[in-house]
Nanobody, 117 residues
Framework: QVQLVESGGGLVQAGGSLRLSCAAS????????MRWYRQAPGKQRELVAA???????NYADSVKGRFTISRDNAKNTVYLQMNSLKPEDTAVYYC???????????WGQGTQVTVSS
């Protein structure tokens, strides 16, 4: 089992920045990919960014150049630095851990990000 706890959400004006954190615990040795998803009201959950154990990163087109995913292995924490925020970035952001050998997915509780215009 893997436990994930997100933090760092909040209310920010358009153009501002936030940094989300996801602290992982438990059987983290089995995790291969860490991802950030988001879900806006009335919309499906969408993948925002991902980072592998090897440091490979991938981003949704809508956030490329504005968001950066990173990890601190010593702290078992993954970050999502969000710059130049837009009102359309408003959503609940979820941290996800993927074990590729079993396809087990673990989710955090989510953190609300609200961007005002």
């Amino acid at each position: 089992q893997v436990q994930l706890v997100e933090s760092g959400g909040g209310l920010v004006q358009a153009g501002g920045s936030l940094r989300l954190s996801c602290a992982a615990s438990g059987s983290i040795f089995s995790v291969n990919v860490m991802r950030w998803y988001r879900q806006a009201p009335g919309k499906q959950r969408e993948l925002v960014a991902a980072i592998t154990n090897g440091g490979y990163t991938n981003y949704a087109d809508s956030v490329k150049g504005r968001f950066t995913i990173s990890r601190d292995n010593a702290k078992n924490t993954v970050y999502l630095q969000m710059n130049s925020l837009k009102p359309e970035d408003t959503a609940v952001y979820y941290c996800n851990a993927l074990v590729t050998s079993t396809l087990d997915n673990y989710w955090g509780q989510g953190t609300q990000v609200t961007v005002s215009s």
